[in-house]
């Protein structure tokens, strides 16, 4: 059986760095398997979904990489919720409930005051219909839940190993609620079955409510996929990323710092493994070695140098060809340039700022107790043409001639050369710079 998986995200708010994770995952095990990656917009909630939220989803896998073999929309499959629904009538697994939001809460908080777990006690099955009738007259609606079989889940989870829900211990979830409308819970189980999802990967704040919704399969006479529950990312601050977070944290934010969609696709995917996370070029790369078994138990801090250091790692062995069409559409089209400057660049935008330092103008530094080394450095200057052996050729002689060495003679000619205490090797940068710019800016000329 061809590998199915879904990434389900509802479209009620952009996706953060946490939501980006399962994602990564869906779509690297699917392509490891050689299987099928569906998008599924859980958008039955009709208030607070809205389409700027679900072109921003689309817009964010897109710059992931994370390409869809099939796109579907929740909200076009009512009809088969309504269905399902009324099977699970009919079977008496799916029972009306008329308590208000307050009046659970205060069941719950009885129960809590007096020891016990607050679970659902049930009370609507014990409800008559006249009582029902009664209760419908005054104006109340029913939400619904499903009863669930005292008996414990057990699954052999891809990443968990071994895992037991103890049903018992669970209130009977809600399904619909008292405006008819849906929870992810039937939903999710209705296109999980119909879609032919072999493999449902999600955070391990579902493993609780996979639980229930083995029973809502088994009551559907489905056939029950594998789970896996993969850890969550939290914030620094140690607490879980929210979907409505907005800020450093959203998909979006991250794009807009100049993050390239690889070191984001290699974080998500690697940590938490025993494995360092480090970066490659390619999603099929990564997906060549991808091992869902290595994913890790523990929550997982989110950092932002943790990005920072994969994208410089990930830049510093991009090859020319890669980049070719980004560095010509900001004017900077060189293979020798880019082998100059990768080395030193964490984010691709700083790659303008030494193109800056080659072309000018630049302010040199010359201190005034190096002025005669300058002074002689410029005598010194090689003859036309320059290449990767000029900066050897010249310091070689400058050495020998003053008898400088190490930082008092490389210290200077790249303050006089670039304004700066620090950039790519100066052998790599001198031919670009050239014997026209080299000369004005060891005269003191920007």
Same mark, same amino acid.
């Given at each position: 059986?061809?590998? !199915? ?6 479209? !009620?708010?952009?996706? /953060?760095?946490?939501?980006?994770? %399962? ?15 569906? *998008? ?31 796109? /579907? ?30 009046? #659970?809460?205060? =069941? ?16 609507? #099955?014990? *409800? ?40 018992? &211990? ?39 409510? !996979? ?10 006479? @489905? ?18 990323? &929210? ?109 303008? +700022?030494?193109? /800056? ?6 302010? %040199?530094?010359? +201190? ?15 003859? +036309?043409?320059?290449?990767?052996? !000029? ?8 050495? &020998?001639?003053?008898?400088? =060495? ?9 303050? @006089? ?9 100066? @052998? ?9 710019? @080299? =000369? ?5 000329? &920007?």
């Amino acid at each position: 059986m061809t590998v !199915t998986v879904r990434f389900a995200p509802s479209p !009620t708010g952009k996706l /953060h760095i946490g939501n980006g994770r %399962p994602a990564v995952l869906n779509w690297l095990y699917a392509k490891s398997q050689g299987g099928t990656f569906i *998008l599924r917009l859980d958008d039955t909630d009709r208030e607070r979904s809205t389409e700027e939220y679900a072109d921003g989803i689309l817009e964010d896998l897109a710059w992931l990489g994370l390409e869809h073999d099939a796109l /579907h929309r929740q909200s076009a499959r009512f009809e088969r919720y309504d269905a399902a629904a009324q099977r699970l009538k009919q079977a008496g697994r799916l029972y009306p409930c008329y308590e208000t939001p307050d009046e #659970l809460d205060r =069941k719950r908080k009885r129960q809590l005051a007096r020891g016990l777990p607050p679970v659902y006690d049930r009370a609507a #099955l014990d *409800l008559t219909d006249e009582e029902r009738e009664k209760l419908e007259a005054e104006g109340r609606r029913p939400h619904w839940r499903f009863k669930l079989e005292p008996k414990t889940a057990e699954w052999d989870d891809l990443i968990l190993g071994t895992v037991r829900v103890d049903c018992k &211990s669970l209130s009977d979830p809600v399904l619909i609620r008292e405006d008819g409308s849906y929870l992810y819970t039937l939903p999710s189980v209705v296109d999980d079955m119909e879609m032919n999802v072999t493999d449902v990967i999600r955070g391990d704040d579902h493993t609780t409510n !996979t639980g229930a919704q083995i029973q809502i399969f088994e009551a559907l006479a @489905a056939r029950l996929p594998r789970f896996g529950h993969h850890s969550m990312l939290i914030g620094p601050d140690g607490k879980p990323l &929210s979907k409505r977070l907005l800020g450093d944290y959203t998909l979006e934010a991250i794009r807009g710092m100049g993050f390239e969609p690889m070191a984001v696709n290699c974080m998500l995917a690697l940590l938490g493994t025993a494995e360092a996370a480090e970066p490659l070029l390619t999603l099929d790369e990564l997906a060549k070695g991808f091992d869902i078994a290595k994913l890790g138990r523990g929550q997982i801090r989110f950092e932002a140098q943790e990005i920072e250091r994969l994208n410089a790692g990930l830049l510093h062995k991009t090859p020319y060809e890669a980049v070719k069409a980004r560095l010509a559409e900001r004017g900077m089209d060189s293979p020798e340039f880019w082998e100059a400057v990768r080395p030193n660049l964490t984010l691709f935008d700083g790659a303008a +700022e030494w193109w /800056h330092v080659i072309e000018g103008p630049v302010e %040199p530094v010359i +201190e005034p107790e190096d002025a005669d080394f300058i002074a002689e450095a410029l005598a010194a200057l090689p003859g +036309e043409p320059w290449d990767g052996s !000029t900066w050897k050729s010249w310091t070689d002689t400058l050495k &020998s001639s003053t008898g400088r =060495k190490g930082k008092g003679l490389f210290m200077p000619l790249r303050l @006089a050369l670039t304004g700066l205490r620090h950039g790519p090797e100066l @052998a790599n940068l001198l031919p670009l710079i050239g014997p026209e710019r @080299a =000369k004005a800016r060891l005269s003191g000329k &920007s």
